[in-house]
């Protein structure tokens, strides 16, 4: 149980186009979902924090009207990375709580963004 | 800023060997939990605790929540290659709600 599938598991776009990522609790009803940013070598870094049907929570520094998230269901949630350019290159992680803020979370398997 | 001090970085060790890694704070916490991760993959939950003081093994994994809820250890026994990869600690800082992770321990095994 309590598996998250991400999609695309990998992505390579021109700079100033715009990338879509889903992510997917497939055997439980996610009420919250996460999306993390890890760059080599380095840990994960929480970006937005998204509930079903509500607006995303975004961490200091990061930028809502480039990072689109949508939560529509309990079970889907997308990140869009809008105009992406070189220094958005990275793997972007979302994980899945199915009981909220402060359930155990559940990591999809990353999607790797390269931007050129 | 980074709110977890994980330790060692990094570790080069023979198999068969044991293997300990642990995180502190100087916050208190309400969970912890430690995940691994292969390349390119995301992290994998390998044990939760939710108790000071509790001590839950998962097969040649072994984790504690320490008393002052400010710290944690991960023990593996007996290391197989497939031990291999990068180990995280995260934890639910008390009174918050998000995960905070530490920097990993990055664990190479010789045959």
């Known amino acids: 149980g309590a598996v998250v599938s991400q999609h695309p598991s990998w992505v390579i776009c021109k700079s100033g186009t715009s990338v879509k990522i889903e992510c997917r609790s497939l055997?439980?009803?996610?009420?919250?979902m996460f999306w993390y940013r890890q760059f080599p070598k380095q840990s994960l870094m929480l970006m937005a924090t998204?509930?079903?049907?509500?607006?995303?929570?975004?961490e200091q520094g990061v930028e809502k009207d480039k990072f689109l998230i949508n939560h529509a269901s309990l079970t889907l949630s997308t990140l869009t990375v809008t105009s992406a350019h070189p220094e958005d290159s990275s793997f972007y992680i979302c994980?899945?709580?199915?009981?909220?803020?402060?359930?155990?979370?559940?990591f999809g398997p990353g999607t790797r963004l390269t931007v050129l | 800023g980074q709110q977890l001090n994980q330790s060692p970085q990094s570790m080069f060790i023979q198999e068969g060997e044991d293997v300990s890694m642990n995180c502190t704070s100087s916050?208190?916490?309400?969970?912890w939990l430690w995940y691994k991760q292969d390349p390119g993959e995301g992290p994998v939950l390998l044990i939760a605790?939710?108790?000071?003081?509790e001590l839950t093994s998962n097969g040649r994994l072994t984790a504690q929540f320490g008393i002052t809820r400010k710290d944690s250890f991960l023990n593996i026994s007996a290391s197989i290659p497939s031990d291999v990869g990068i180990y995280f600690c995260?934890?639910?800082?008390?009174?918050?709600?998000?995960?905070?992770f530490g920097q990993g321990t990055r664990l190479t095994i010789n045959p």
């Open positions: 916050s208190i916490f309400n969970t």
């Open positions: 055997d439980f009803q996610a009420t919250t």
């Open positions: 995260a934890g639910i800082i008390q009174g918050a709600q998000k995960l905070v």
């Open positions: 998204s509930n079903e049907g509500s607006k995303a929570t975004y």
């Open positions: 605790l939710y108790k000071a003081g």
């Open positions: 994980s899945a709580a199915a009981g909220g803020l402060g359930d155990t979370q559940y």
